[in-house]
């Protein structure tokens, strides 16, 4: 039977990980929704990028995958220093 190594994260870079990735996952279910409309319409001929769910869905793809990138980037400012020692 083999053990598991213990993290080398510490509590606050571990927990920004866990948001990282959930932020992650969120970006990719909304990217995969735009991309089916998308192809909705392309099949369909029906415009509905107008409406006001979609102008929504696509502002917050917009407003997550920026938080994203600063989430990325705090979480490599606190664990970069620690894997460079």
Not at 5 to 18: D, H, K, M, T
Not at 57 to 63: A, C, D, I, S, V
């Amino acid at each position: 039977m083999t053990r598991s190594l213990p993290s080398r994260l510490s509590a606050p870079p571990r927990a920004v990980l866990y948001g990282v990735g959930l932020l992650a996952v969120v970006v990719a279910a909304d990217t995969l929704y735009l991309v089916l409309v998308r192809l909705g319409v392309l099949v369909a001929g029906q415009d509905v990028t107008a409406s006001r769910v979609f102008q929504v869905l696509l502002l917050g793809h917009t407003g997550l995958g920026a938080a994203l990138v600063v989430a990325m980037s705090i979480f490599a400012g606190l664990h970069l220093p620690g894997g460079w020692a």
